[in-house]
């Protein structure tokens, strides 16, 4: 596609649901991230990718958080028993090469849990 | 440590002012980029600028300008001839030549008036 998708855009979550977020790089691109933004702040490393391959995951915050690429192009960032601790925007980026260049962003889902 | 400083949480000025936005970072690396990024309301983060730590001729892309100083590890904004357009969260971003993952500042709210 042209651009990076995620979706969805806005999801609430009871505490303890388990959420699934998606994203769609750009088509091609290798290198792809997940990024954690809470309110007011910058955005917070959680994952990497090269192709299917997951090469860092150094960001997750605690076992309840899993990511994964299955065929290198598509990603999701799975939460479990979400707490309220996890409200935030995942940001997903992607990249045709690993580092440097500036990465595309797509426009992040918006995770309240309540 | 790599950490990065936005000092100015909230900045206001006239369309068609100059305005500066601040960025000191910290780290030990020589070989680095710095980036600045703009979060309009739709989430999305947008590459404005990017800087190579090894060339010392700042970078400029139209509007945008920044003052690259090594020694003092300070990476400042200059957008010049402002529009309400501008208006939006500005991010200072850094990641060493030979890490993939970027660090970012708290961000500063620039709010263009008409």
């Known amino acids: 596609g042209a651009g990076v998708s995620q979706s969805p855009r806005y999801k609430v979550a009871k505490r303890g649901q388990d959420v699934a977020l998606r994203c769609d790089p750009i088509s091609g691109h290798v290198s792809l991230f997940w990024y954690q933004q809470a309110l007011g702040q910058g955005p917070e490393f959680l994952t990497y990718f090269q192709n299917e391959a997951q090469l860092d995951k150094s960001g997750l915050p605690s076992d309840r958080f899993f990511a994964e690429r299955p065929e290198g192009s598509v990603s999701t960032l799975k939460i479990q028993r979400t707490q309220q601790e996890d409200s935030a925007v995942y940001l997903c980026?992607?990249?045709?090469?690993?580092?440097?260049?500036?990465?595309?962003f797509g426009s992040g889902t918006r995770l309240t849990v309540v | 440590a790599q950490t990065v400083t936005q000092s100015q949480p909230e900045m206001s000025v006239q369309e068609a002012e100059t305005v500066t936005l601040s960025c000191t970072y910290d780290t030990s690396e020589s070989n680095y980029y710095l980036f600045w990024y703009k979060q309009p309301p739709s989430r999305q983060m947008i590459l404005v600028i990017r800087q190579e730590a090894y060339k010392q001729q700042n970078a400029t892309e139209n509007r945008f300008s920044v003052n690259f100083q090594k020694a003092a590890k300070s990476f400042s904004l200059k957008i010049s001839d402002s529009q309400l357009g501008d208006t939006a969260m500005y991010f200072c971003a850094f990641n060493m030549g030979s890490n993939y993952q970027l660090i970012w500042g708290a961000g500063t709210k620039l709010i263009i008036k008409p």
């Open positions: 980026a992607s990249s045709p090469t690993g580092i440097n260049y500036g990465y595309t």
